[in-house]
Protein backbone atom coordinates (compact mmCIF):
# COMPACT_ATOMS: atom_id res chain seq x y z
CA UNK A 1 0.00 0.00 0.00
CA UNK A 2 1.09 3.91 -0.61
CA UNK A 3 0.78 4.91 2.70
CA UNK A 4 -0.03 9.01 4.14
CA UNK A 5 1.42 9.92 7.59
CA UNK A 6 0.27 12.89 9.44
CA UNK A 7 1.67 13.35 12.92
CA UNK A 8 2.99 15.64 15.55
CA UNK A 9 6.84 15.47 14.56
CA UNK A 10 7.88 15.62 18.17
CA UNK A 11 9.21 13.45 21.29
CA UNK A 12 5.52 13.06 22.36
CA UNK A 13 3.91 9.58 22.31
CA UNK A 14 1.57 10.16 19.34
CA UNK A 15 4.70 11.31 17.15
CA UNK A 16 6.60 8.27 18.68
CA UNK A 17 3.65 6.05 17.61
CA UNK A 18 3.10 7.26 14.38
CA UNK A 19 6.75 7.45 13.07
CA UNK A 20 7.53 3.75 14.63
CA UNK A 21 4.28 2.86 12.82
CA UNK A 22 5.31 4.28 9.40
CA UNK A 23 9.07 2.96 10.02
CA UNK A 24 7.81 -0.48 10.46
CA UNK A 25 5.36 -0.50 7.77
CA UNK A 26 8.15 0.78 5.00
CA UNK A 27 10.23 -2.45 6.41
CA UNK A 28 7.19 -4.72 5.54
CA UNK A 29 7.22 -3.19 2.11
CA UNK A 30 5.03 -0.61 2.30
CA UNK A 31 5.61 2.79 0.70
CA UNK A 32 5.12 5.10 3.69
CA UNK A 33 4.99 9.24 3.29
CA UNK A 34 5.23 11.69 6.36
CA UNK A 35 3.77 14.66 6.00
CA UNK A 36 4.06 17.19 8.81
CA UNK A 37 5.68 20.57 9.57
CA UNK A 38 9.01 19.17 11.03
CA UNK A 39 10.99 15.76 10.20
CA UNK A 40 10.00 13.77 12.79
CA UNK A 41 12.55 13.01 15.59
CA UNK A 42 12.19 8.90 15.80
CA UNK A 43 12.40 9.50 11.50
CA UNK A 44 16.40 8.65 12.07
CA UNK A 45 16.89 6.99 8.78
CA UNK A 46 15.90 6.81 5.20
CA UNK A 47 14.88 3.93 3.22
CA UNK A 48 13.45 2.96 -0.23
CA UNK A 49 10.20 3.17 0.89
CA UNK A 50 9.70 6.12 3.31
CA UNK A 51 9.26 9.68 2.14
CA UNK A 52 8.95 12.82 4.11
CA UNK A 53 6.95 15.97 2.55
CA UNK A 54 7.23 19.31 4.88
CA UNK A 55 4.57 21.21 5.54
CA UNK A 56 5.58 25.17 5.06
CA UNK A 57 3.41 27.27 6.30
CA UNK A 58 3.83 31.17 4.79
CA UNK A 59 4.19 33.79 7.26
CA UNK A 60 2.10 37.19 6.41
CA UNK A 61 1.37 39.87 8.82
CA UNK A 62 -1.76 39.87 8.66
CA UNK A 63 -1.87 36.33 9.92
CA UNK A 64 -1.41 36.33 14.31
CA UNK A 65 -2.43 32.88 13.79
CA UNK A 66 -0.67 31.23 10.37
CA UNK A 67 -3.47 28.95 9.49
CA UNK A 68 -1.22 25.78 9.83
CA UNK A 69 -4.37 23.39 8.82
CA UNK A 70 -5.35 25.12 5.45
CA UNK A 71 -1.42 24.69 4.92
CA UNK A 72 -1.50 21.02 5.90
CA UNK A 73 -4.76 20.45 3.98
CA UNK A 74 -3.13 21.91 0.93
CA UNK A 75 -0.15 19.45 1.33
CA UNK A 76 -1.99 16.60 1.49
CA UNK A 77 -4.11 17.18 -1.79
CA UNK A 78 -0.57 17.71 -3.46
CA UNK A 79 0.76 14.69 -1.78
CA UNK A 80 -1.93 12.26 -2.41
CA UNK A 81 -2.36 13.17 -5.88
CA UNK A 82 1.04 13.29 -6.84
CA UNK A 83 2.04 10.30 -5.05
CA UNK A 84 -0.98 8.37 -5.55
CA UNK A 85 -1.93 6.96 -2.29
CA UNK A 86 -4.38 4.47 -0.69
CA UNK A 87 -4.76 6.01 2.08
CA UNK A 88 -4.57 8.86 4.96
CA UNK A 89 -3.57 7.96 8.39
CA UNK A 90 -3.34 10.45 11.06
CA UNK A 91 -2.51 10.81 14.51
CA UNK A 92 -3.84 13.30 17.10
CA UNK A 93 -7.42 14.40 16.18
CA UNK A 94 -6.35 17.56 16.31
CA UNK A 95 -6.01 19.55 13.75
CA UNK A 96 -5.01 16.68 11.55
CA UNK A 97 -8.64 15.09 11.30
CA UNK A 98 -10.13 18.07 10.16
CA UNK A 99 -7.19 18.75 7.77
CA UNK A 100 -7.62 15.47 6.31
CA UNK A 101 -11.34 15.58 5.89
CA UNK A 102 -10.36 19.17 3.57
CA UNK A 103 -7.97 17.42 1.70
CA UNK A 104 -10.67 14.68 0.67
CA UNK A 105 -12.93 16.80 -0.11
CA UNK A 106 -10.66 18.93 -2.77
CA UNK A 107 -9.57 15.70 -4.14
CA UNK A 108 -13.37 14.88 -4.70
CA UNK A 109 -13.42 17.50 -7.30
CA UNK A 110 -10.12 16.05 -9.21
CA UNK A 111 -12.44 12.19 -8.82
CA UNK A 112 -9.93 11.33 -6.71
CA UNK A 113 -11.25 8.70 -3.50
CA UNK A 114 -9.06 9.00 -0.86
CA UNK A 115 -10.16 7.23 2.83
CA UNK A 116 -8.74 8.58 6.22
CA UNK A 117 -8.10 6.55 9.45
CA UNK A 118 -7.64 8.77 12.91
CA UNK A 119 -6.16 7.68 15.47
CA UNK A 120 -7.08 9.30 18.78
CA UNK A 121 -4.31 9.28 21.27
CA UNK A 122 -5.58 10.98 24.13
CA UNK A 123 -5.00 14.97 25.19
CA UNK A 124 -6.81 15.46 21.87
CA UNK A 125 -9.76 13.91 23.11
CA UNK A 126 -9.80 14.24 27.06
CA UNK A 127 -8.11 17.90 27.30
CA UNK A 128 -8.02 20.11 24.05
CA UNK A 129 -10.78 18.03 22.31
CA UNK A 130 -13.27 18.21 24.96
CA UNK A 131 -12.71 21.90 24.97
CA UNK A 132 -15.30 23.92 23.86
CA UNK A 133 -13.14 26.02 21.45
CA UNK A 134 -12.54 22.72 19.71
CA UNK A 135 -15.73 20.26 20.56
CA UNK A 136 -17.41 20.88 17.47
CA UNK A 137 -14.73 20.31 14.82
CA UNK A 138 -13.23 17.30 16.46
CA UNK A 139 -16.76 15.72 16.76
CA UNK A 140 -17.35 16.33 12.72
CA UNK A 141 -13.63 15.34 11.71
CA UNK A 142 -14.21 11.67 13.91
CA UNK A 143 -17.49 11.18 12.51
CA UNK A 144 -16.66 11.93 8.75
CA UNK A 145 -13.49 9.58 9.04
CA UNK A 146 -13.67 6.59 7.16
CA UNK A 147 -12.18 5.10 9.97
CA UNK A 148 -11.50 5.46 14.02
CA UNK A 149 -8.71 3.71 16.30
CA UNK A 150 -7.95 4.43 20.00
CA UNK A 151 -4.88 3.32 21.71
CA UNK A 152 -6.60 2.02 24.70
CA UNK A 153 -9.99 0.70 25.96
CA UNK A 154 -9.98 3.41 28.32
CA UNK A 155 -10.03 6.21 25.74
CA UNK A 156 -12.30 4.36 23.35
CA UNK A 157 -15.06 4.98 26.21
CA UNK A 158 -13.45 8.61 27.08
CA UNK A 159 -14.23 9.48 23.65
CA UNK A 160 -17.99 7.77 23.55
CA UNK A 161 -18.56 9.48 26.81
CA UNK A 162 -17.32 12.82 26.07
CA UNK A 163 -18.45 13.27 22.19
CA UNK A 164 -21.25 12.17 20.36
CA UNK A 165 -19.52 9.83 17.75
CA UNK A 166 -21.36 7.52 15.77
CA UNK A 167 -18.88 5.50 14.06
CA UNK A 168 -16.91 2.36 15.65
CA UNK A 169 -13.72 3.26 17.24
CA UNK A 170 -11.32 -0.16 16.98
CA UNK A 171 -9.11 -0.37 19.77
CA UNK A 172 -5.53 -0.77 18.93
CA UNK A 173 -3.16 -0.21 21.47
CA UNK A 174 0.20 1.49 20.97
CA UNK A 175 2.95 -0.77 20.88
CA UNK A 176 7.04 -1.44 21.56
CA UNK A 177 10.01 -2.34 18.96
CA UNK A 178 11.60 -4.46 21.05
CA UNK A 179 14.23 -5.22 18.71
CA UNK A 180 15.23 -1.30 19.91
CA UNK A 181 13.93 -1.21 23.69
CA UNK A 182 15.63 -4.08 25.47
CA UNK A 183 17.70 -4.80 28.17
CA UNK A 184 21.33 -3.81 26.96
CA UNK A 185 23.62 -3.95 29.92
CA UNK A 186 25.45 -0.36 30.53
CA UNK A 187 27.25 -1.58 33.55
CA UNK A 188 29.86 1.73 33.06
CA UNK A 189 26.72 3.98 32.80
CA UNK A 190 25.15 2.68 36.03
CA UNK A 191 28.20 2.68 38.04
CA UNK A 192 28.31 6.61 36.51
CA UNK A 193 24.93 7.13 38.07
CA UNK A 194 24.91 5.23 41.35
CA UNK A 195 28.71 4.56 41.98
CA UNK A 196 27.46 3.24 45.73
CA UNK A 197 25.12 0.67 43.78
CA UNK A 198 22.03 3.20 45.01
CA UNK A 199 18.63 2.03 43.33
CA UNK A 200 17.92 4.56 40.11
CA UNK A 201 14.48 5.37 39.62
CA UNK A 202 13.61 7.11 36.37
CA UNK A 203 10.75 9.47 34.61
CA UNK A 204 10.31 10.58 31.17
CA UNK A 205 7.95 12.79 29.75
CA UNK A 206 7.42 16.15 28.71
CA UNK A 207 6.60 17.52 32.07
CA UNK A 208 3.16 18.96 31.20
CA UNK A 209 0.47 19.00 34.62
CA UNK A 210 -0.86 16.57 33.34
CA UNK A 211 2.02 14.16 34.17
CA UNK A 212 2.09 15.52 37.57
CA UNK A 213 5.82 15.40 37.63
CA UNK A 214 6.59 17.62 40.79
CA UNK A 215 5.26 14.31 42.76
CA UNK A 216 7.78 12.43 40.92
CA UNK A 217 10.10 14.23 43.16
CA UNK A 218 8.01 14.11 46.21
CA UNK A 219 7.92 10.44 45.58
CA UNK A 220 11.60 9.99 45.01
CA UNK A 221 12.35 11.99 48.40
CA UNK A 222 10.30 9.77 50.62
CA UNK A 223 12.32 6.79 49.02
CA UNK A 224 15.17 8.14 49.19
CA UNK A 225 14.86 9.27 52.85
CA UNK A 226 14.72 5.12 53.23
CA UNK A 227 16.86 3.73 50.46
CA UNK A 228 20.17 5.19 49.01
CA UNK A 229 18.83 6.04 45.81
CA UNK A 230 18.93 8.35 42.97
CA UNK A 231 16.81 9.62 39.83
CA UNK A 232 16.80 10.18 36.63
CA UNK A 233 14.70 12.35 35.36
CA UNK A 234 14.34 12.37 31.10
CA UNK A 235 12.34 15.04 29.11
CA UNK A 236 11.60 19.02 29.12
CA UNK A 237 8.69 21.05 29.78
CA UNK A 238 6.81 23.52 31.41
CA UNK A 239 7.27 21.99 35.03
CA UNK A 240 11.02 21.25 35.12
CA UNK A 241 11.95 24.89 36.73
CA UNK A 242 9.31 23.79 39.37
CA UNK A 243 10.62 20.19 39.72
CA UNK A 244 14.57 21.42 40.29
CA UNK A 245 13.21 23.89 42.65
CA UNK A 246 11.42 21.57 44.39
CA UNK A 247 14.36 18.63 44.95
CA UNK A 248 16.66 21.33 46.09
CA UNK A 249 13.39 22.80 48.75
CA UNK A 250 13.23 18.73 49.63
CA UNK A 251 17.06 18.68 49.98
CA UNK A 252 17.41 15.35 47.06
CA UNK A 253 18.94 17.84 44.29
CA UNK A 254 22.17 16.09 45.01
CA UNK A 255 20.63 12.52 43.67
CA UNK A 256 18.36 14.17 40.91
CA UNK A 257 19.46 14.41 37.38
CA UNK A 258 17.72 16.26 34.90
CA UNK A 259 18.94 15.15 31.81
CA UNK A 260 16.69 16.31 29.41
CA UNK A 261 16.03 15.62 25.83
CA UNK A 262 17.49 12.34 25.03
CA UNK A 263 17.00 9.85 21.87
CA UNK A 264 18.60 6.55 22.89
CA UNK A 265 15.94 6.21 26.23
CA UNK A 266 16.34 2.58 26.17
CA UNK A 267 20.20 3.04 27.69
CA UNK A 268 18.20 5.06 30.41
CA UNK A 269 16.00 2.36 31.11
CA UNK A 270 18.76 -0.43 30.94
CA UNK A 271 20.56 0.97 33.99
CA UNK A 272 17.23 1.54 36.06
CA UNK A 273 15.17 -0.09 38.55
CA UNK A 274 11.65 1.20 38.80
CA UNK A 275 9.91 3.78 36.36
CA UNK A 276 7.75 6.30 38.16
CA UNK A 277 4.03 7.61 36.55
CA UNK A 278 2.19 9.53 38.49
CA UNK A 279 -0.18 11.14 35.67
CA UNK A 280 -3.16 12.73 36.29
CA UNK A 281 -4.81 11.73 33.30
CA UNK A 282 -2.85 9.09 30.60
CA UNK A 283 -4.55 7.31 27.58
CA UNK A 284 -1.99 4.61 27.49
CA UNK A 285 1.37 5.52 29.10
CA UNK A 286 4.09 5.17 26.07
CA UNK A 287 6.80 6.05 28.54
CA UNK A 288 5.94 3.57 30.17
CA UNK A 289 5.89 0.61 27.65
CA UNK A 290 9.27 1.49 27.35
CA UNK A 291 10.56 0.93 30.68
CA UNK A 292 8.61 -2.40 30.59
CA UNK A 293 10.45 -3.59 27.77
CA UNK A 294 13.66 -2.55 29.50
CA UNK A 295 12.73 -5.11 32.08
CA UNK A 296 11.64 -1.99 34.79
CA UNK A 297 8.98 -2.37 36.67
CA UNK A 298 6.71 0.63 36.85
CA UNK A 299 4.55 2.23 40.05
CA UNK A 300 2.26 5.01 38.01
CA UNK A 301 -1.41 6.29 38.84
CA UNK A 302 -4.31 4.56 38.12
CA UNK A 303 -5.35 6.52 35.30
CA UNK A 304 -6.78 6.50 32.01
CA UNK A 305 -5.60 3.29 30.12
CA UNK A 306 -2.52 2.52 32.68
CA UNK A 307 -4.43 -0.32 34.22
CA UNK A 308 -4.36 -1.73 31.09
CA UNK A 309 -0.48 -1.39 30.56
CA UNK A 310 0.33 -2.02 34.17
CA UNK A 311 -1.25 -4.52 36.30
CA UNK A 312 -0.97 -4.21 40.31
CA UNK A 313 1.14 -6.25 41.83
CA UNK A 314 2.64 -8.50 38.55
CA UNK A 315 4.60 -5.55 37.00
CA UNK A 316 4.25 -2.72 39.20
CA UNK A 317 1.16 -0.66 41.61
CA UNK A 318 -0.97 1.54 41.27
CA UNK A 319 -2.41 4.13 43.46
CA UNK A 320 -4.85 6.84 43.32
CA UNK A 321 -3.51 10.25 41.73
CA UNK A 322 -1.93 12.02 43.83
CA UNK A 323 -0.99 9.52 46.69
CA UNK A 324 2.22 10.40 47.12
CA UNK A 325 2.35 8.02 50.08
CA UNK A 326 1.48 5.12 48.54
CA UNK A 327 3.22 5.14 45.58
CA UNK A 328 6.34 5.83 47.70
CA UNK A 329 5.61 2.90 49.96
CA UNK A 330 4.94 1.03 47.20
CA UNK A 331 8.27 1.56 45.08
CA UNK A 332 9.79 0.62 48.59
CA UNK A 333 7.87 -2.44 48.58
CA UNK A 334 9.41 -3.18 45.26
CA UNK A 335 12.95 -2.07 45.57
CA UNK A 336 13.84 -3.13 49.69
CA UNK A 337 13.35 -6.81 48.71
CA UNK A 338 15.76 -8.40 45.70
CA UNK A 339 14.00 -10.76 45.11
CA UNK A 340 10.49 -9.08 44.31
CA UNK A 341 12.46 -6.53 42.53
CA UNK A 342 13.89 -8.92 40.19
CA UNK A 343 10.53 -10.80 39.86
CA UNK A 344 8.67 -8.03 39.23
CA UNK A 345 11.48 -6.81 36.13
CA UNK A 346 10.81 -10.47 34.82
CA UNK A 347 7.43 -9.98 34.49
CA UNK A 348 7.49 -6.23 33.17
CA UNK A 349 9.10 -7.63 30.20
CA UNK A 350 6.74 -10.30 30.16
CA UNK A 351 4.20 -8.59 29.94
CA UNK A 352 5.72 -5.89 27.78
CA UNK A 353 5.76 -8.90 24.82
CA UNK A 354 2.41 -8.98 24.33
CA UNK A 355 2.47 -5.28 23.13
CA UNK A 356 4.96 -6.14 20.45
CA UNK A 357 5.40 -4.74 17.17
CA UNK A 358 5.30 -8.06 15.42
CA UNK A 359 1.23 -8.26 17.03
CA UNK A 360 0.42 -5.17 16.64
CA UNK A 361 1.23 -3.83 13.20
CA UNK A 362 -0.65 -6.47 11.93
CA UNK A 363 -3.68 -5.16 13.14
CA UNK A 364 -2.83 -2.11 11.55
CA UNK A 365 -2.60 -3.72 8.23
CA UNK A 366 -5.64 -5.32 8.07
CA UNK A 367 -7.64 -1.92 9.16
CA UNK A 368 -6.50 -0.50 6.41
CA UNK A 369 -7.44 -2.98 4.21
CA UNK A 370 -10.73 -2.90 5.66
CA UNK A 371 -11.30 0.43 5.33
CA UNK A 372 -10.09 1.12 1.63
CA UNK A 373 -12.58 -1.88 0.48
CA UNK A 374 -15.51 -0.09 2.90
CA UNK A 375 -15.10 3.26 2.03
O1 LIG B 1 1.23 12.63 27.03
C1 LIG B 1 1.43 13.60 26.30
O2 LIG B 1 1.37 14.76 26.71
C2 LIG B 1 1.75 13.38 24.85
C3 LIG B 1 0.60 12.72 24.17
C4 LIG B 1 0.76 12.85 22.68
O3 LIG B 1 -0.27 12.96 22.05
O4 LIG B 1 1.80 12.87 22.11
O5 LIG B 1 0.55 11.36 24.61
C5 LIG B 1 -0.67 10.69 24.43
O6 LIG B 1 -0.45 9.71 23.41
C6 LIG B 1 0.47 8.68 23.76
C7 LIG B 1 0.64 7.77 22.56
O7 LIG B 1 -0.56 7.18 22.16
C8 LIG B 1 -0.04 7.92 25.00
O8 LIG B 1 0.86 6.89 25.34
C9 LIG B 1 -0.17 8.91 26.16
O9 LIG B 1 -0.74 8.20 27.26
C10 LIG B 1 -1.10 10.04 25.76
N1 LIG B 1 -1.08 11.07 26.81
C11 LIG B 1 -2.16 11.35 27.55
O10 LIG B 1 -3.23 10.79 27.43
C12 LIG B 1 -1.97 12.40 28.57
Do not use: W
Amino acid sequence: MKIGIVCYPTFGGSGVVATELGKALADRGHQVHFVTYNQPVRLDFFSENLFYHEVAVSKYPLFEYPPYELALASRLVDVVRFEKLDILHVHYAIPHASAAFMAKQILATYGIHIPVITTLHGTDITLVGNDRTYKPVVTFSINKSDGVTSVSEHLRNDTYRLFEIEKDIKVITNFIDLRRFNHTPKGHFKKAIAPEGEKILVHTSNFRKVKCTPDVVRIFAKVNAVLPSKLLMVGDGEDRPECEQLARDLGVSQNVRFLGKQDAVEEIMSVSDLFLMPSKSESFGLAALEAMACRVPVISSNAGGLPELNVEGLTGYLRDVGDVDGMAQAALTILQDEERLNQFKENALTHARKFDLANILPEYENFYLEVIKNS
